[in-house]
Every structure is written in structure tokens, then in C-alpha cells.
């Protein structure tokens, strides 16, 4: 019998297993798919010659995560690299602004813009010099971050006090405004919040799109050589080599409750795995009080949350295999690893407004990867592995593109909204689809069936948006990796702090697991001390 089960084996759940593993206890990490890593694997599906990852790529959250760096997964394979440049907003005049691991040369491409915005771009800089470690302790460490969140408010008010605060909590668009003069700052700020489903009139947008471009500016957006599946492989080695067990193909059904307590689970197979101390979810919210916890182990007030928990949004995917590099107008996007594509900061408030409306964008804001410009390993010399990520509505009623995309995501579905992806590209990139040997589309649906984490394509495990952060998160109350059941614990992006591969919501569980663990061992110890058993009689 295993001292702890996880359910699923997305980085999450592995971070989780390893962290267990490291403090002695045994471990089986139960997996639905026929292979580990949930939004992180890559494959050769698009084209034999050619690596594509099916989900994530790029990982900033990665690179500054103490978690991921405390596990030296470098010791078991992995191998990080960079583009030239992090990232680059092209417009169809030709002007680009660019995000670089020198700070210089982001500054100056700010500068082109509008006379000043370079310094402002330094200004955002310094304040996140002053504010970076505080700001990734209280992102990593579990809610509430008491430490970190007090130094944070010290180091603030060096920095501005409320007046910094409220610039956080400001919509992008307003923080762009307000900081600069010219297109270029504001784009690379409004771009980078929309990696959440944040739009730029969204509160709090400007703190999000302001966070990950300080990442990529101190960390960059790196890759792992030969695929994102490489750091699955890490983290699976590393597992192993402490004895911990994954086991692919297996889906669970059920949790099992007894005395209120998780002592194991049920797969779809019939199987029975009991755990000793814990069980660990690397699920999403409504899977886990929606499907494998019976609602009579649950509080009502969970269940009537759960009718409110929100999903960011469904996301369309396509990987291409190209003859050669992407002609870019820009010449600056040729060498940035991430390409955000809509011409102005207006199209990206347009694109937003109509997902709120749910109609299918006709112009939709592009997340472009250009994966062999990052990692040469992953195509032949000349050519260039890519793919491409839009968002849609979760419901649609309409299509603004007036091709009737219906959202039932069938084959005519399918090949409309690529195309509209294709063309949005070859505005920016004029001959680009004359490149194309051979594409692979994703839609939402194909993305659920290949992570069921990711309900619909949405990759941030519930909306970013404030009001399902911090303690809503994942329900009000909550934000902790503790449940209703003694024994069982969130380890997914549905806890705090959300998505992205940084392993925080898998440390934080298991920590809560070694924690719970430790405290029943000393009630225990004091039960003996007292002359009492376990049942709290007299021995």
C-alpha cells in the first residue's frame, strides 16, 4: 500500500510525487493518458522530421520557480534554451516592439514607439527589481503568504506605496496609458495579459501583463531542448530514482471515503489503491467535487461554489511543419521565439469583446511559437517547427467572421477556424502559407481529450480574473490545497496560484499532506502521553 496516490501525473502532480518521495514516503501517481505530463508533451504527429508540442512551450513561470529549481531536475536531462529575442508585437506598418533578456534592447524598441518610453520601460523594471523576490515568494508559497505578503507591503510602500498598488490593480490598457506615450510599451503589457483570459479593460489585467513581462525580461521564455515532454522526462526520472511509481492508462473514477476521510481510490478498471496517509488531485475543480468525490462527502456551501466556479477560455490550437523560417515584415519577429499577433491595442479590446459576447473572433489575437528558432533540435536545418494558439468562446451563438463556425468543432469547424488563424498570420507574415508541409488542428474539444484537465481547451485551470483569485480561489473561502475531506488534497491549477508550469499548486499540496501527516503523528504521541488510545478511552 502507498503511503500517498496522486491522480494524474501533469507537472503538478509529479512535483507533487517527487516532493513526497523526498521526504520518505512511497508513491503511486495514477495517470488517465497512455503517457505522463498533461499540458506538458510534445510529439512528431504533425510531421516524422518535425517536433511539435501538443499544449504548453514556452516557460517563463518555469525558469523563476524556486520549487522546479530546488528539484536540480538539470541532473536528470533537462536542458533549457532561448530565442535570440523572448518576444515580439509586430503591426502590419512594419514597427514591432520587442521584449529581450536585455533590458537595453527592450527599452529601446519602447523608445521607437515615443520619445520616453524607453525610460519608462526602465522605470517598470526597477520597481519589479524591487519588488521580484517578495512577489515570488507570495506566488509560490501556499494562501495566505503571510511573510512574503508583509515584506511585500514594506518594500511597496518603499516603492510608491498606494499609488504603485493601484497601478497593479489598474486594467492593462489604463497602465499602458498612464506609463507611456507610444503603441510599443502598452502592446508588450496588453499581449502578455492575454496569456490569462484577461482583457486589457479587465481590473487587475495590468498587474498580470506586467508580472510576465518582467519575467521574460529578467528570465526569458525558454524551451526545453527536444521537446516540452523533456521536462515530463525529468520529473518522471527524478521520481523514479526515490522509488516513486507512475502508472499511464489508468483513469480514476472515484475517490473513496471513509470517516470522512480519503484512504484511496477507484479506477475505471475496477481497480482498488488504497493510500496510507494521502490523496493527492492534480484534477480540475469541477472534476474533483463534481465527479470523484461523492457529494455526500461534501459541505453544501461547496456544492452550491461549485454552481459559480468559472472556466477561463477555450482555446483553438494549430502546429504547423514549415519549409522554412516565417516571413516576417518585421524583421525583429524573426528571431523572437513568441509572436503576439493584432494590429494595435484596439484589436486586442475587439478580440476580447467578442468572445464576452460569444462570437467566434473574426480577427483573432495569435500566440505564435516558433519552436526551432528556440531549439534547433526541434526540425531540420531551414525549416521551422511553429504552432499557433487563439482563444474562443466556451459557448458560442455566432460567428463574427460570418463563415458559420457553429462551435460544434466538426470537420468544416475545424479547417474555417485555421484558415482564420492562417490569414490573421499572413497579415504580418505575407508568403507564410506557401510554407506550410503539413498542419494538425486542435480544437477544443481534441484538447480536453488529450488533458481532461483542460476543459474545453482552457489552460489556466478557472479564470484568472480577480474575482476567482487569492482566497475565491478555487471557491470563496478557500486557497488552500486542504479540502472538505481529512486525507485529500488540491494539487492542480484550480488552487492557488493558478495556471502555468511552475509547480506551486503540487508543492503546496504536498507540503498540506507532510503537514497533515505530522500533526495526526503528534495527537498520537499526546493521546499516549495522556493514557489514551486512539478512541480516546482510557488504555
Given at each position: 500500500?502507498?503511503?500517498?496516490?496522486?491522480?494524474?501525473?501533469?507537472?503538478?502532480?509529479?512535483?507533487?510525487?517527487?516532493?513526497?518521495?523526498?521526504?520518505?514516503?512511497?508513491?503511486?501517481?495514477?495517470?488517465?493518458?497512455?503517457?505522463?505530463?498533461?499540458?506538458?508533451?510534445?510529439?512528431?504527429?504533425?510531421?516524422?522530421?518535425?517536433?511539435?508540442?501538443?499544449?504548453?512551450?514556452?516557460?517563463?513561470?518555469?525558469?523563476?520557480?524556486?520549487?522546479?529549481?530546488?528539484?536540480?531536475?538539470?541532473?536528470?536531462?533537462?536542458?533549457?534554451?532561448?530565442?535570440?529575442?523572448?518576444?515580439?508585437?509586430?503591426?502590419?506598418?512594419?514597427?514591432?516592439?520587442?521584449?529581450?533578456?536585455?533590458?537595453?534592447?527592450?527599452?529601446?524598441?519602447?523608445?521607437?514607439?515615443?520619445?520616453?518610453?524607453?525610460?519608462?520601460?526602465?522605470?517598470?523594471?526597477?520597481?519589479?527589481?524591487?519588488?521580484?523576490?517578495?512577489?515570488?515568494?507570495?506566488?509560490?508559497?501556499?494562501?495566505?503568504?503571510?511573510?512574503?505578503?508583509?515584506?511585500?507591503?514594506?518594500?511597496?510602500?518603499?516603492?510608491?506605496?498606494?499609488?504603485?498598488?493601484?497601478?497593479?490593480?489598474?486594467?492593462?490598457?489604463?497602465?499602458?496609458?498612464?506609463?507611456?506615450?507610444?503603441?510599443?510599451?502598452?502592446?508588450?503589457?496588453?499581449?502578455?495579459?492575454?496569456?490569462?483570459?484577461?482583457?486589457?479593460?479587465?481590473?487587475?489585467?495590468?498587474?498580470?501583463?506586467?508580472?510576465?513581462?518582467?519575467?521574460?525580461?529578467?528570465?526569458?521564455?525558454?524551451?526545453?531542448?527536444?521537446?516540452?515532454?523533456?521536462?515530463?522526462?525529468?520529473?518522471?526520472?527524478?521520481?523514479?530514482?526515490?522509488?516513486?511509481?507512475?502508472?499511464?492508462?489508468?483513469?480514476?473514477?472515484?475517490?473513496?471515503?471513509?470517516?470522512?476521510?480519503?484512504?484511496?481510490?477507484?479506477?475505471?478498471?475496477?481497480?482498488?489503491?488504497?493510500?496510507?496517509?494521502?490523496?493527492?488531485?492534480?484534477?480540475?475543480?469541477?472534476?474533483?467535487?463534481?465527479?470523484?468525490?461523492?457529494?455526500?462527502?461534501?459541505?453544501?456551501?461547496?456544492?452550491?461554489?461549485?454552481?459559480?466556479?468559472?472556466?477561463?477560455?477555450?482555446?483553438?490550437?494549430?502546429?504547423?511543419?514549415?519549409?522554412?523560417?516565417?516571413?516576417?515584415?518585421?524583421?525583429e519577429a524573426r528571431r523572437?521565439?513568441?509572436?503576439?499577433?493584432?494590429?494595435?491595442?484596439?484589436?486586442?479590446?475587439?478580440?476580447?469583446?467578442?468572445?464576452?459576447?460569444?462570437?467566434?473572433?473574426?480577427?483573432?489575437?495569435?500566440?505564435?511559437?516558433?519552436?526551432?528558432?528556440?531549439?534547433?533540435?526541434?526540425?531540420?536545418?531551414?525549416?521551422?517547427?511553429?504552432?499557433?494558439?487563439?482563444?474562443?468562446?466556451?459557448?458560442?451563438?455566432?460567428?463574427?467572421?460570418?463563415?458559420?463556425?457553429?462551435?460544434?468543432?466538426?470537420?468544416?469547424?475545424?479547417?474555417r477556424m485555421a484558415d482564420?488563424?492562417?490569414?490573421?498570420?499572413?497579415?504580418?507574415?505575407?508568403?507564410?502559407?506557401?510554407?506550410?508541409?503539413?498542419?494538425?488542428?486542435?480544437?477544443?474539444?481534441?484538447?480536453?481529450?488529450?488533458?481532461?484537465?483542460?476543459?474545453?481547451?482552457?489552460?489556466?485551470?478557472?479564470?484568472?480574473?480577480?474575482?476567482?483569485?487569492?482566497?475565491?480561489?478555487?471557491?470563496?473561502?478557500?486557497?488552500?490545497?486542504?479540502?472538505?475531506?481529512?486525507?485529500?488534497?488540491?494539487?492542480?491549477?484550480?488552487?492557488?496560484?493558478?495556471?502555468?508550469?511552475?509547480?506551486?499548486?503540487?508543492?503546496?499540496?504536498?507540503?498540506?499532506?507532510?503537514?497533515?501527516?505530522?500533526?495526526?503523528?503528534?495527537?498520537?504521541?499526546?493521546r499516549l502521553l495522556t493514557?489514551?488510545?486512539?478512541?480516546?478511552?482510557?488504555?
Amino acid at each position: 500500500m502507498p503511503d500517498a496516490v496522486v491522480i494524474g501525473a501533469g507537472p503538478n502532480g509529479l512535483v507533487a510525487a517527487n516532493l513526497l518521495a523526498d521526504a520518505g514516503w512511497s508513491v503511486q501517481v495514477l495517470e488517465e493518458q497512455p503517457e505522463p505530463g498533461g499540458a506538458v508533451r510534445h510529439d512528431r504527429g504533425v510531421h516524422p522530421d518535425f517536433v511539435n508540442d501538443l499544449f504548453s512551450s514556452f516557460y517563463p513561470l518555469a525558469a523563476a520557480s524556486p520549487i522546479l529549481a530546488g528539484l536540480r531536475l538539470e541532473d536528470h536531462g533537462l536542458r533549457w534554451s532561448h530565442a535570440p529575442h523572448v518576444l515580439a508585437h509586430p503591426l502590419t506598418d512594419g514597427r514591432c516592439a520587442v521584449l529581450d533578456r536585455r533590458i537595453d534592447t527592450t527599452a529601446a524598441s519602447a523608445e521607437v514607439f515615443a520619445p520616453g518610453d524607453g525610460a519608462a520601460w526602465q522605470r517598470l523594471f526597477d520597481l519589479w527589481q524591487t519588488l521580484r523576490p517578495d512577489v515570488l515568494d507570495a506566488l509560490f508559497t501556499p494562501f495566505p503568504p503571510v511573510k512574503a505578503a508583509t515584506r511585500l507591503l514594506w518594500r511597496l510602500r518603499a516603492a510608491g506605496g498606494l499609488r504603485t498598488a493601484r497601478s497593479l490593480v489598474l486594467p492593462v490598457r489604463r497602465l499602458g496609458e498612464e506609463e507611456f506615450r507610444g503603441e510599443g510599451g502598452r502592446l508588450l503589457l496588453a499581449g502578455n495579459a492575454l496569456h490569462a483570459d484577461l482583457a486589457p479593460e479587465t481590473a487587475g489585467s495590468g498587474g498580470f501583463g506586467w508580472l510576465m513581462s518582467m519575467l521574460g525580461q529578467t528570465y526569458g521564455f525558454p524551451v526545453p531542448v527536444g521537446g516540452a515532454g523533456a521536462l515530463t522526462d525529468a520529473l518522471v526520472r527524478r521520481l523514479r530514482s526515490r522509488g516513486g511509481e507512475v502508472r499511464c492508462g489508468q483513469r480514476v473514477q472515484r475517490v473513496t471515503v471513509r470517516g470522512r476521510r480519503a484512504v484511496g481510490v477507484r479506477t475505471a478498471g475496477g481497480e482498488t489503491v488504497p493510500a496510507r496517509r494521502a490523496v493527492l488531485a492534480d484534477v480540475s475543480v469541477p472534476a474533483l467535487y463534481g465527479e470523484l468525490v461523492g457529494a455526500e462527502h461534501l459541505p453544501d456551501q461547496v456544492l452550491a461554489d461549485l454552481r459559480g466556479f468559472q472556466w477561463d477560455f477555450a482555446t483553438f490550437k494549430v502546429d504547423w511543419a514549415l519549409d522554412g523560417p516565417v516571413p516576417w515584415r518585421a524583421e525583429e519577429a524573426r528571431r523572437a521565439g513568441t509572436v503576439h499577433l493584432a494590429d494595435g491595442l484596439d484589436e486586442l479590446t475587439r478580440f476580447a469583446a467578442q468572445i464576452a459576447m460569444h462570437r467566434v473572433p473574426d480577427r483573432p489575437f495569435v500566440l505564435f511559437g516558433q519552436m526551432t528558432l528556440a531549439d534547433p533540435s526541434r526540425s531540420p536545418e531551414g525549416t521551422e517547427s511553429a504552432w499557433a494558439y487563439t482563444h474562443v468562446p466556451r459557448d458560442i451563438r455566432a460567428d463574427a467572421g460570418h463563415e458559420g463556425i457553429t462551435g460544434e468543432w466538426g470537420p468544416a469547424d475545424r479547417e474555417r477556424m485555421a484558415d482564420r488563424v492562417e490569414r490573421q498570420v499572413e497579415r504580418f507574415a505575407p508568403g507564410f502559407r506557401a510554407l506550410v508541409r503539413a498542419r494538425r488542428v486542435l480544437a477544443p474539444p481534441m484538447l480536453q481529450a488529450l488533458d481532461a484537465n483542460l476543459s474545453d481547451g482552457a489552460i489556466n485551470g478557472g479564470t484568472a480574473a480577480l474575482h476567482q483569485q487569492l482566497f475565491f480561489r478555487p471557491l470563496p473561502g478557500t486557497g488552500r490545497p486542504e479540502t472538505p475531506v481529512k486525507g485529500l488534497f488540491l494539487a492542480s491549477a484550480g488552487a492557488h496560484p493558478g495556471g502555468g508550469v511552475h509547480g506551486a499548486p503540487g508543492a503546496n499540496a504536498a507540503r498540506a499532506a507532510l503537514r497533515a501527516h505530522r500533526a495526526s503523528g503528534l495527537t498520537g504521541a499526546q493521546r499516549l502521553l495522556t493514557g489514551r488510545d486512539r478512541t480516546g478511552r482510557k488504555g
